[in-house]
């Protein structure tokens, strides 16, 4: 195989000294186009819009986010500055509600800023690339974790875009296939992932450009790969996990997942920690995102009068007692309706 697992091709981010540029993920893949910011509400304003998603990266780029908010206003020298950044916190923490990243990063830099007596600019800014780095890592080690349990297992199915793009770089679910692909050769397929079409515009050029063969489906044909036999495992990224195991994750994973337990195919979801929200019970309790209408409906529909509207979450809940496996860089919880992940909480437990 020609890619290697520890060759990042794809980014979604870069720091640049004082900035921050985003690779527009709107714009794939026509363009490889990226934008550079250096104010806290400009990333706010890329991760709603979706230049930038996937729950990790949201999580990094809200980090660096902090750290251009302390740049620019300790740099005014004024007695507020705290307060601008604690504003432009609340911004970035209204940016999108389903991933726990964004949350989890924002309390991260909040805690290093609370420590800061002196100058806080150089401290902010080398905790927001620890946490791009330290994720990187995470995902490489959940490659090889993952890759271990799919031992031989051929034929691979992910949802949405759980790769570089969607992390620091390397890829959760995207990542544990990267590493089996690089052991052996493995048939990837990918669904297209209505509305916003993640896997049509974003996991199947991933994967190319890493030099990985993989045929994408319409989501709507998931069962019929299903029933034919060809698929061993269907493995997926996720936005919040809760205690109990319960996924959330892009709309149509618990779909894939209902479909799995009915053919006997295996379903893995491969987080870090930092998407875990160990503060909540269950699935029940994660906001649910919903998005414009006009992520799919026909612009001739949008008029005043239509009597035509449409429902778009666009995450959904997947039981735990449906999931075969949660792969953290913390090891792998088996069968998470039996205990939940609370062991996770352990930072020793691998
Ligand atoms: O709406 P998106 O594109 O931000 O949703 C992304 C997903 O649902 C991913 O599967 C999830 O964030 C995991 S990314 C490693």
Do not use: C
């Given at each position: 195989m020609s890619s290697s697992p520890n060759k990042l091709n794809v980014h979604a981010l870069v720091w640049q000294e004082t900035q921050l540029s985003v690779l527009d993920q709107r714009q794939l893949p026509e363009q490889v186009h990226y934008d550079t910011f250096s104010t806290a509400p400009e990333v706010a304003e890329a991760i709603k819009s979706m230049?930038?998603?996937?729950?990790?990266?949201?999580g990094i780029a809200a980090a660096y986010a902090v750290a251009?908010?302390?740049?620019?206003?300790?740099?005014?020298?004024?007695?507020?500055?705290?307060?601008?950044?604690?504003?432009?916190?609340?911004?970035?923490?209204?940016?999108?509600?389903?991933?726990?990243n964004l949350f989890w990063a924002l309390s991260v830099m909040q805690d290093v800023l609370a420590c800061q007596s002196g100058s806080p600019v150089a401290a902010m800014i080398s905790k927001a690339v620890e946490i791009h780095q330290q994720d990187i890592a995470a995902n490489q080690q959940m490659g090889e974790i993952?890759?271990?349990?799919?031992?031989?297992?051929?034929?691979?199915?992910?949802?949405c875009n759980a790769g570089a793009l969607a992390t620091g770089g390397y890829g959760t679910a995207l990542g544990v296939i990267r590493s089996a692909v690089q052991r052996q050769a493995r048939t990837?397929?990918?669904?297209?992932?209505r509305p916003w079409l993640q896997g049509t515009r974003l996991t199947v050029w991933e994967l190319a450009e890493d030099n990985i063969p993989v045929t994408l489906i319409a989501d709507s044909a998931a069962a019929?790969?299903?029933?034919?036999g060809k698929i061993d495992w269907i493995i997926v990224g996720a936005d919040r996990i809760a205690a109990n195991g319960?996924?959330?994750?892009?709309?149509?994973?618990?779909?894939?997942?209902?479909?799995?337990?009915?053919h006997s195919v295996k379903m893995m979801v491969v987080a870090p920690v930092s998407t875990i929200d160990f503060t909540m019970d269950n699935g029940s309790q994660i906001e649910i995102e919903q998005r414009a209408a006009s992520e799919f409906l026909p612009d001739c529909y949008m008029h005043k009068d239509s009597l035509i509207g449409a429902w778009n979450p666009v995450f959904d809940v997947t039981p735990a007692e449906l999931i075969s496996v949660i792969v953290t860089e913390?090891?792998?919880?088996?069968n998470p309706f039996?205990?939940?992940?609370?062991?996770?909480?352990?930072?020793?437990?691998?």
């Open positions: 230049r930038v998603r996937g729950a990790p990266a949201i251009l908010s302390v740049q620019q206003h300790y740099a005014l020298d004024n007695t507020q500055w705290r307060q601008q950044v604690n504003a432009d916190i609340a911004i970035l923490a209204a940016a999108r509600p389903t991933a726990v993952g890759a271990d349990i799919l031992a031989d297992a051929q034929s691979l199915l992910t949802h990837v397929f990918a669904g297209e992932t019929v790969l299903m029933h034919s319960d996924v959330a994750n892009k709309i149509g994973t618990y779909s894939l997942a209902v479909l799995a337990k009915y913390r090891g792998a919880v088996f039996e205990q939940g992940v609370k062991e996770l909480q352990n930072e020793n437990r691998i």
